[in-house]
């Protein structure tokens, strides 16, 4: 509503360490009043994207690899050529917040998906949080981890 542009990296199975090492390390609890408060303008981790790992904010101001397709639609900036990028690389999903026409967007597998209204958005992330945490929990992996990598401690 406000004209914020974003890029937020869901992190899921890949570890993010390296690309979080490219930001400033955060790791605080996930909050709107956060993740405002760094895309907004002139906060200095407002041009780079924030890396998130279930409830927690690891990282800001991250750097993340540009898609080199050949294909990609020259009218997108350079937010939505890192979305993709990054979800060539890894299994991130990747939200994208365009400061210009503020319509949002979701990069999964090299794939961009345009145009999603917030409640269309809150059904995907719901079914995306649920598939995720039965493969947690099915694989014995802890639910979160620290941006090292590491096991979270009990």
Do not use: M, W
């Amino acid at each position: 509503r406000r004209g914020l542009g974003a890029i937020i990296v869901l992190e899921r199975n890949t570890g993010l360490r390296v690309v979080a090492e490219t930001g400033t390390i955060i790791d605080a609890n996930l909050t709107s009043e956060l993740i405002e408060t760094i895309f907004t303008p002139p906060s200095p981790l407002h041009d780079g994207a924030v890396i998130v790992h279930g409830n927690q904010t690891l990282a800001a101001g991250c750097i993340l690899p540009l898609s080199q397709n050949p294909n990609f639609e020259r009218s997108l900036g350079t937010r939505h050529r890192a979305a993709v990028g990054l979800t060539e690389e890894t299994d991130a999903l990747c939200l994208v917040v365009s400061e210009e026409t503020r319509s949002i967007s979701l990069a999964e597998r090299g794939n961009l998906i345009r145009n999603i209204d917030p409640n269309s958005l809150k059904g995907i992330l719901s079914r995306y949080a649920t598939r995720a945490k039965e493969e947690d929990e099915s694989a014995g992996r802890p639910l979160r981890t620290p941006a090292d990598g590491s096991p979270e401690s009990p």
